[in-house]
């Protein structure tokens, strides 16, 4: 699974636990658990610490495990970060995509190229 899909599995599920008011300190476990990453309780809490840093997750200063979630139409928007390395991977597929054709191409001509010229060699010697 792409890191950017267990990020959004992570995010998806604080949402829903937020909208019901149940986020507790047993549930870093459960969604490190849910977005497939193996990790233990302390490192659960380390990724919503992360979370909170990126800006993706606020967590209150009186208490801890208060969060507003900024998910899918709630703020789920920062300049930078998770948004902007998304884009960077689309255009580095793409810069990829458009590099491994244009080596097919030129590998392609190369060849064609080559098999042109054994023929015109060979076409000289028998006439």
Same mark, same amino acid.
């Given at each position: +699974?792409?890191?950017?899909?267990?990020?959004?599995?992570?995010? &998806?599920?604080?949402?829903?636990?937020?909208?019901?008011?149940? /986020?507790?300190?047993?549930?870093?476990?459960?969604?490190?658990? @849910?977005?497939?990453?193996?990790?233990?309780? &302390?490192?659960?809490? +380390?990724?919503?610490?992360?979370?909170?840093?990126?800006?993706?997750?606020? +967590?209150?200063?009186?208490? #801890?495990? +208060?969060? #507003?979630?900024?998910?899918?139409?709630?703020? @789920?928007? $920062?300049?930078?970060?998770?948004? #902007?390395?998304? !884009?960077?991977?689309? $255009?580095? $597929?793409?810069?990829?995509? /458009?590099? !491994?054709?244009?080596?097919?191409?030129? &590998?392609?001509?190369?060849?064609?190229?080559?098999?042109?010229? /054994?023929?015109?060699? %060979?076409?000289?010697? %028998?006439?």
């Amino acid at each position: +699974m792409k890191p950017e899909d267990k990020l959004d599995k992570i995010l &998806t599920y604080l949402y829903n636990e937020y909208e019901k008011e149940n /986020i507790k300190y047993e549930h870093s476990k459960t969604i490190c658990h @849910f977005a497939e990453l193996k990790v233990n309780p &302390t490192e659960a809490y +380390m990724v919503l610490l992360k979370l909170n840093s990126d800006g993706y997750v606020n +967590m209150s200063d009186s208490n #801890q495990w +208060m969060f #507003q979630i900024n998910y899918d139409g709630i703020l @789920f928007y $920062r300049s930078g970060g998770y948004k #902007q390395e998304l !884009n960077d991977l689309k $255009r580095k $597929r793409i810069k990829n995509d /458009i590099y !491994n054709v244009v080596v097919g191409l030129g &590998t392609f001509l190369a060849g064609a190229y080559g098999l042109w010229a /054994i023929w015109k060699e %060979i076409s000289n010697c %028998i006439c």
